[in-house]
């Protein structure tokens, strides 16, 4: 049995929780409360949870009493265990009324070939049942859940680094920075070719976070340990004062939550410069304030259209991103890969300067939205739609590469266009062709004149009735 097999074995045991009432978002919490003492099982690693509540406690007892003593587990763990166990079960709480169906999600995990799970990583597991609840709509997750494809094509190109500090300010379920890791390990040979001072950093230090929601930063806590990493991941909203702590960071991938603060209030933070409604406009101050000041400090970051053009304080925040960095590439992506399937969005590649102006001389946009497919479950993004785009952002001399989607913009154009990067679009072939539609000037003298003639006309009759009626 394969991951693919068993997380669909998984995923369909919540067919099992609809008479309770529970939606998919609960379920797959409840499943992360379960998973983790079997997956601490199957890993050797249940040193540090209480022995009347480990796996074999749990297995063993049924009906109303395992109801019971799950209800105590879950509140125990939270209260007077330590470290990710504490994290992780803080808040926890059981959605499952009836006991013999708690019972036999219990039995039907416990049944699993969790001999071929480890065998292909039970973190791939986990981020599989994730997947699967961001690709089921009714579930809400797939607001914080990044097409896995262009995770990885990010990651690719900003290239983390052994060493480096990498941060997700707006972490969902830790997926950048699962990738970021894998990156690592699979160039530097499952880390075996780091010394061991470097191995621990890269498992406790190298990667950190920040989820304002509980819910999804119990998921991310689950992820995280079972990709071992063990760095932190705090719970609370970036865009307050504990932003203020995230800094100096080598390497930043994220894709920040959409929208406005609650009642248009603005973020809590004293250390920004211009403060907005904006979630992203705050997101995007906050990652490149926190970058290293090295000239070598880089990020990309997911943001809508907006972010693009939005005048006012939108427009001071990108004159200061340019100055401060050398905003490089854009990626315009296509429609219909997120949740929301309205929302139009971006890639913002980066880097921060040593020094605080004039660190940008020319954006380089890639039309990845104009004349391409919709997506969907029907029509997934995959690796291979970026091609291009990681060929043409690669390239020694970009402006030798033959691709009508790669345009370039320099500094000067943008400024005289108000600072707005809302730039890099190509035609769009569904539209009616240009040629084809008449010249609106054209048109407006041609109607005009007309109208004249017409006034005239009409002159001519009321003249003659006139001349008429005298006689």
């Known amino acids: 049995m394969n991951t693919n097999e068993i997380v669909s ?6 067919n099992v929780l609809r008479d309770d009432g529970i939606t998919y978002h609960q379920y797959v919490s409840e499943l992360t409360y379960i998973l983790f003492l079997k997956m601490s099982k199957e890993r050797d690693v249940e040193t540090n949870i209480p022995e009347e509540y480990r796996w074999d406690r749990l297995v063993e007892k049924d009906g109303v009493e395992l109801k019971n003593f799950y209800r105590q587990l879950l509140l125990d763990l939270g209260t007077k265990s330590e470290g990710r166990i504490k994290e992780i079960y803080t808040n926890a709480n059981s959605n499952i009324d009836e006991p013999k169906n708690l019972e036999k999600i219990i039995k039907s995990i416990d049944q699993l070939d969790w001999y071929s799970a480890k065998e292909e990583g039970l973190g791939n597991l986990y981020e599989g049942l994730l997947e699967k609840n961001a690709n089921e709509k009714k579930s809400g997750a797939g607001q914080y ?8 094509v990010m990651v690719q190109l900003i290239d983390p680094q052994p060493g480096e500090k ?8 830790f997926g950048f920075m699962i990738a970021a890791d894998q990156h690592i390990k699979n160039k530097n040979n499952d880390l075996f070719d780091l010394s061991e001072k470097e191995q621990e950093f890269q498992k406790k230090e190298a990667f950190t976070g920040c989820e304002l929601v509980q819910e999804t930063h119990r998921l991310a806590l689950m992820n995280a340990m079972l990709h071992d990493i063990e760095s932190d ?21 994220t894709n920040p939550p959409f929208g406005t603060k609650k009642g248009g209030e603005r973020a809590s933070r004293d250390d920004l410069t211009f403060l907005t409604s904006n979630k992203q406009l705050n997101f995007l101050q906050h990652i490149y304030r926190s970058l290293k000041k090295d000239g070598k400090a880089r990020a990309a970051v997911v943001l809508p259209d907006n972010v693009l053009f939005q ?12 100055d401060k960095c050398n905003l490089h590439t854009i990626l315009r ?10 929302v139009k969005t971006n890639v913002l590649f980066f880097e921060r300067g040593i020094t605080e102006e004039h660190n940008t001389k020319n954006v380089w946009f890639y039309d990845l939205r104009t004349n391409m497919n919709n997506f969907g479950k029907r029509n997934p993004l995959n690796e291979s739609h970026f091609e291009g785009f990681i ?16 345009n370039v ?11 707005s990067l809302d730039l890099g679009l190509i035609r769009d072939d569904s539209l009616t062709e240009y040629e084809d539609l008449p010249d609106p000037i054209e048109s407006a003298e041609e109607a005009a004149s007309k109208l004249e003639e017409a006034a005239d006309l009409l002159m001519s009759v009321v003249k003659e009735l006139r001349h008429l009626g005298g006689e």
């Open 9 to 14: 074995k998984l995923w369909n045991l919540c």
């Open 145 to 152: 859940f990044t097409p896995r494809p262009l995770i990885n």
């Open 166 to 173: 990498c941060n997700d300010p707006a972490a969902g379920t």
């Open 233 to 253: 991941i705090y719970l609370g909203d970036t865009l307050t004062s504990l932003g203020t702590k995230m800094k100096n960071f080598d390497v930043v991938l």
């Open 311 to 322: 005048d006012g304080d939108g427009q001071k925040i990108r004159e200061d991103l340019m």
């Open 333 to 342: 992506l296509p429609t219909g890969i997120f949740y929301a399937q309205g």
């Open 391 to 406: 060929k043409a952002y690669l390239a020694e001399d970009r402006s030798k590469v033959d691709d009508e989607r790669f």
């Open 409 to 419: 913009f320099t500094r000067e154009e943008i400024k005289d266009k108000n600072n």
